[in-house]
């Protein structure tokens, strides 16, 4: 286990692809989405004990859920949960996190990773990780982890590499964001794409370097109260801060923009648990292909994914490829194909049913 090895899980998002279930007060990164006794915080978080001490784990979330993050992960003190006072995308986050861990440890490396994905090769992952990680320590580059494609999933974005079969750990050449079914059907077939995982591993210089270089207006912010950080004027300047930084993700601000970027292309058994339809596709299913977490009786119904409350009995008939999800104050009904209208749901339950819906 190494000293200088930090992970950064970025845990701020509402998860509004995933509504009902994802709420503004209790996002999907905090709830037992798989069933499983631990939630996708939690789960995130215990993937990387082998890999740093566990306060070198620093958690980045909006300042709301600092007691949902205490009550997950209670071996965190204050100074590893990192409070957003507004959501400003992956980049001012990261800037935060990068600047902060620098402040303690200018030879940290850090692992960035969502809070809701899912990985299930532990050992696999544990070991492309060092494998990344001893790569940043020792060279300037930015990488992320590289996924195979199943499927042309048009939720996802793709990496093309060069492929250099003398290189394990492989240059990008371009960067694709949420291709339509047709070009991500084109990536598929020419074997040199990869899904983006959102996982990065680089070391502080390097990160620090590349917002200099990338987005010099969001590294002058944190290099001028960088002496605030880790101390208790710390949250007063990310206030401050977070007020001047512009909404921008890393993928746009940094990673498409350098030519330092790197892909170890990773079996991990990843999912980005992102929408229904991931969680639909990852889960065992019954003799008709549905997916049920709650007391539910079905009939004449298949292809469904069904997550609804264990004390209230549903029953269900002449179902096919539906999404049913109860939570709360909310009952949902939706075409499994369609899910992609399930923000537009939530932002019409807003404004048309107020935010208690959502």
């Known amino acids: 286990m190494d000293k200088n090895t930090y992970v950064v899980i970025m845990a701020g998002g509402i998860g509004s692809r995933f509504w009902p279930f994802s709420r503004t007060n209790y996002p999907k990164q905090f709830h037992d989405v798989l069933g499983i006794g631990e939630s996708m915080l939690q789960m995130t978080a215990k993937r990387f004990e082998n890999i740093c001490p566990p306060e070198n784990i620093y958690i980045v979330t909006n300042k709301d859920y600092k007691e949902l993050?205490?009550?997950?992960?209670?071996?965190?003190?204050?100074?590893?949960?990192?409070?957003?006072?507004?959501?400003?995308?992956?980049?001012?986050?990261?800037?935060?996190?990068?600047?902060?861990?620098?402040?303690?440890?200018?030879?940290a490396n850090l692992v960035v990773t969502p809070s809701d994905h899912v990985v299930l090769k532990q050992e696999v992952f544990t070991e492309v990780i060092q494998e990344a990680v001893a790569a940043a320590d020792k060279d300037d580059v930015l990488i992320t982890l590289?996924?195979?494609?199943?499927?042309?999933?048009?939720?996802?974005?793709?990496?093309?590499?060069?492929?250099?079969?003398?290189?394990?750990?492989?240059?990008?050449?371009?960067?694709?964001?949420k291709p339509n079914l047709e070009l991500a059907q084109m990536f598929l077939e020419s074997g040199d794409f990869v899904w983006n995982s959102g996982i990065f591993i680089w070391s502080v210089k390097s990160i620090l370097n590349a917002f200099r270089q990338q987005l010099p207006e969001i590294s002058e912010i944190f290099e001028e109260g960088a002496s605030s950080l880790n101390t208790p004027s710390e949250q007063n300047f990310i206030t401050r801060a977070y007020s001047h930084c512009r909404n921008v993700s890393i993928d746009y601000g940094i990673m498409e923009k350098v030519d330092n970027v790197y892909v170890l292309l990773a079996d991990i058994g990843w999912s980005d648990l992102g929408t229904w339809n991931s969680l639909y596709t990852i889960n065992d299913k019954d003799d008709n292909g549905n997916v049920i977490d709650g007391q539910v009786m079905l009939y004449d119904t298949k292809d469904c994914i069904v997550k609804t409350p264990k004390e209230r009995l549903v029953v269900l008939q002449g179902l096919e490829d539906y999404i049913v999800a109860e939570y709360d104050n909310v009952l949902m009904i939706c075409k499994k194909s369609e899910e992609q209208k399930v923000k537009e749901f939530m932002a019409d339950a807003k404004s048309k049913k107020g935010p208690e819906y959502i």
Not at 70 to 86: R, Y
Not at 149 to 169: C, F, K, L, M, W
Request: charged share 20%.
């Open 146 to 177: 590289g996924i195979t494609p199943s499927r042309p999933d048009t939720g996802y974005g793709y990496i093309q590499y060069i492929n250099d079969e003398a290189q394990h750990i492989k240059k990008v050449k371009t960067f694709t964001e």
């Open 69 to 107: 993050v205490k009550q997950q992960l209670p071996f965190l003190d204050d100074n590893q949960i990192l409070l957003e006072p507004i959501g400003r995308n992956t980049a001012p986050c990261i800037a935060y996190a990068s600047y902060k861990i620098a402040q303690l440890n200018p030879d």
